[in-house]
Nanobody
Framework: QVQLVESGGGLVQPGGSLRLSCVAS????????MSWYRQAPGKERELVAR????????NYADSVKGRFTISRDNPKNTVYLQMNSLKPEDTAVYYC?????????WGQGTQVTVSS
């Protein structure tokens, strides 16, 4: 079955950096677009970044453009989210996502807390 396992979250000071990783299994990773979402307390889950399968096209939420970079390593079945210049408003649980045969699959999430 589809499994997504995130890692790399933690506590970081404003202006700092983190790199999230998501290891995927159970489907043909290299043929599917992958996304990162986040959900802050009391807010709806929102799309942060997405990367396509073949041409590696990317798109980002306006709030993270220029600070976050999504990438993927197909031989390793892994998608990354490099987060720089972190702000307190980036605090959230970050989720890896794939839509496979019309159904959304999510990882367990990894907590990112930006605080001094």
């Amino acid at each position: 079955q589809v499994q997504l396992v995130e890692s790399g979250g933690g506590l970081v000071q404003p202006g700092g950096s983190l790199r999230l990783s998501c290891v995927a299994s159970g489907f043909s990773f290299r043929t599917y677009a992958m996304s990162w979402y986040r959900q802050a307390p009391g807010k709806e889950r929102e799309l942060v970044a997405r990367i396509t399968a073949t041409f590696l096209n990317t798109n980002y939420a306006d709030s993270v453009k220029g600070r976050f970079t999504i990438s993927r390593d197909n031989p390793k079945n892994t998608v990354y989210l490099q987060m720089n210049s972190l702000k307190p408003e980036d605090t959230a649980v970050y989720y890896c996502n794939v839509m496979w045969f019309g159904q959304n699959y999510w990882g367990q999430g990894t907590q990112v807390t930006v605080s001094s």
